[in-house]
């Protein structure tokens, strides 16, 4: 059976979706941007913040979920710019520092509320 996740300490879905589901021990954390979690209003600091802050996010979502980062089987990173992606592996890195997941990571010509970054995460149940 499906499992709705629900965190308080990462930002409100901004449509009609979940932060997160879970089926078979498996969670699939939507598409995070980089929303500061108690106002839902998206940073505008620069791309090594905003990736802080969407893992941050994760982290929490994934939580509430039974699980960490620890537990990520894969990250989709989607950019505005492409330009940005060392900047984005450098702060993203510090997140997985061994054995990090599986990713792809693309440019995207626009992405919601016109965010320079989006991440969607699939990890499995377990506390790190």
Do not use: W
Not at 20 to 32: D, L, N
Not at 35 to 44: A, F, N
Not at 88 to 95: H, I, P, S
């Amino acid at each position: 059976m499906k499992k709705i996740i629900s965190a308080a300490g990462a930002p409100a879905a901004i449509g009609p979706y979940s932060q997160a589901t879970e089926y078979q021990g498996v969670i699939y954390v939507s598409g995070q941007l980089p929303l500061d979690p108690k106002t839902g209003v998206l940073s505008q600091d620069d791309i090594q913040s905003q990736t802080r802050l969407i893992l941050n996010n994760v982290s929490h979502i994934l939580q509430a979920g039974g699980s960490s980062l620890a537990h990520v089987l894969k990250v989709s990173i989607l950019l505005k710019d492409i330009n940005d992606f060392a900047a984005v592996n450098e702060a993203y890195a510090a997140f997985f520092p061994e054995n990090p997941p599986a990713r792809v990571c693309y440019q995207a010509a626009a992405l919601p509320k016109d965010a320079r970054i989006e991440m969607e995460v699939t990890a499995i149940k377990g506390e790190a």
